[in-house]
Nanobody
């Protein structure tokens, strides 16, 4: 059974930065693409960023140029560096093994002055 645990959320002012981490249990991490999604109150869950097992990244247009996804296979961890945060980035952020039903429980990011 694979478990994903996110951390790093919190309250930040507009223009600030946060780095989210997601650590996976088990030994399969390195062979899968990993993704970050987010869900704002009253809205659907949307894909934010995706990184292949080889490190190729793709981003939603809304975060391109501000967010950076990366991974450390030796630590079974995927990161989401979020810069120039906006109030519209406020959401619960979830990591996911791409195209599987393995999800973390989420970490709340609130961008507010």
């Amino acid at each position: 059974q694979v478990q994903l645990v996110e951390s790093g959320g919190g309250l930040v002012q507009p223009g600030g930065s946060l780095r989210l981490s997601c650590t996976a249990s088990g030994s399969i991490f390195s062979i899968f693409a990993m993704a970050w999604h987010r869900q704002a109150p009253g809205k659907q869950r949307d894909l934010v960023a995706l990184i292949s097992n080889g490190g190729r990244a793709n981003y939603a247009d809304s975060v391109k140029g501000r967010f950076t996804i990366s991974r450390d296979n030796s630590k079974s961890t995927v990161y989401l560096q979020m810069d120039s945060l906006k109030p519209g980035d406020t959401a619960v952020y979830y990591c996911n093994i791409h195209q599987t039903n393995y999800w973390g429980k989420g970490t709340l990011v609130t961008v507010s002055s």
